[in-house]
């Protein structure tokens, strides 16, 4: 059997492409497509040394950088990829990976990451942040965003089976695209996030600083505050959350894996201000034994044992603290509450809760549906 593998870009080792690693361990005869691939050579393991197929978009002038400008063009070059000769085509997708086109006798499995963010349910919030409100560039920009709608719309017909990361991005893949999904958590690789029962005082986030990371929001709120924050991560946004910044708060900027790691066991607790569908640190966080202080809702919700500040919950081993808004008094309820009950968030309750999403739970999972689906799809295919 032939397999392709069509994930959207390979630019950083992230949460996307650690899911990509993980069917590469499903699936290790698959071949690889994509529309740009930046990866230097130092960071290419997770892709098992092989050799990923292009598009034109590779070739454009300033694409290692600027890919992104390059949206309304990705709706073309997907369609290009000749995947006639597979039997199976897998589309790891969160922009226009599973726009690719298939033929009646191929099955095509979508992982899905969310519909696009930008131009469904977000597009407002992202044309504010980019400064595309108003304008001729504004305009421009809502109408590239309409016609990428109206083909986003037409690709699910080309998906026979969704998988969604988490119950949160089922519900988006039904809302834009009315079809079911099956909820597979991502990999979080437990095993490389130790377990630390012994803590120190001060509390920890870290994050790429783009302005949905809310990481200034988090700055401005500690820094009303005596409490210590450690700040790990760098970004478009740094400047900015650095002029938010006191003196309580220390910003590394990026760290290494193996310093975020050492910051994650000896916090007292991590947090997470992010809508995520569905969020990888805040569950490394928990394999370190470091309970999260997050806002609740999206992904939060089914990653985090959390409890709520202004309910009276009963605890039943929880991992973190849960907060209604974006704000920064409900991340300062969220603190003075973890600390007046910091007792009840034992380390090996959020280590416990961490191992329910790891790697080969996923591998598992995932394989077992794409066979299933398999055996189906061939079974009731015409010989």
């Known amino acids: 059997m032939k397999i392709a593998l069509v994930h959207d870009w390979f630019t950083v080792y992230a949460g996307s492409e650690r899911v990509v690693e993980q069917i590469l361990e499903c699936y290790p005869e698959a071949d690889l497509f994509s529309l740009m691939d930046f990866i230097p050579p130092e960071e290419r393991g997770f892709l098992k040394g092989k050799k990923v197929t292009t598009s034109f978009l590779q070739r454009l002038p300033f694409a290692r950088k600027k890919y992104r400008q390059y949206l309304p063009l990705m709706p073309l070059a997907v369609e290009q990829f000749d995947l006639s000769s597979y039997d199976l085509v897998i589309s790891s997708s969160h922009a226009v990976a599973k726009g690719v086109i298939t033929h009646p006798d191929q099955l095509h499995v979508c992982m899905c990451y969310s519909p696009m963010r930008y131009a469904w349910d977000l597009q407002h919030q992202y044309l504010k942040q980019s400064n595309l409100e108003k304008g001729f560039k504004g305009w421009l920009a809502r109408g590239i965003l309409h016609r990428i709608r109206q083909w986003d719309s037409r690709t699910p017909n080309g998906v026979d ?4 990361i988490s119950e949160f991005i089922k519900k988006r893949i039904w809302k834009c695209y009315r ?7 991502p ?20 994050s790429r600083m783009v302005p949905y990371k809310k990481i200034d929001l988090i700055v401005e709120a500690v820094s009303r505050s005596n409490k210590k924050l450690v700040v790990i991560g760098d970004g478009p946004d740094f400047k900015k959350t650095k002029t ?3 003196k309580n708060i220390e910003l590394l900027g990026y760290q290494s894996v193996e310093a975020l790691r050492d910051y994650m066991q000896r916090a007292k607790a991590f947090i997470f201000m992010a809508e995520e569908d569905f969020g990888i640190v ?3 966080a ?3 034994g470091t309970p999260v202080i997050a806002y609740g809702k999206g992904g939060s919700l089914e990653t985090i044992r959390g ?3 202004i309910e009276k919950s009963e605890f039943g081993n929880p991992t973190g603290v849960l907060f209604k808004e974006q704000t920064a008094e409900a991340l300062l309820e969220a603190i003075h509450f973890f600390e007046v009950n910091e007792q009840k968030f034992q380390p ?3 280590r416990r809760n961490a191992e329910r999403f790891g790697v080969e739970r996923f591998r598992k999972e995932f394989k077992d549906f794409v066979e299933e689906k398999l055996t189906q799809f061939f079974k009731s295919s015409p010989s």
């Open 161 to 164: 089976e969704f998988i969604a």
């Open 307 to 309: 409890v709520w500040p």
């Open 348 to 350: 090996d309750a959020c």
């Open 244 to 246: 938010k910044a006191g």
């Open 179 to 185: 079809r079911e999904s099956m909820v597979i958590y």
């Open 286 to 288: 928990q394999a370190c």
């Open 187 to 206: 990999p979080v690789d437990v095993s490389e996030f130790t377990l630390k029962e012994k803590k120190e005082d001060f509390y920890l986030t870290a």
């Open 282 to 284: 805040p569950l490394e």
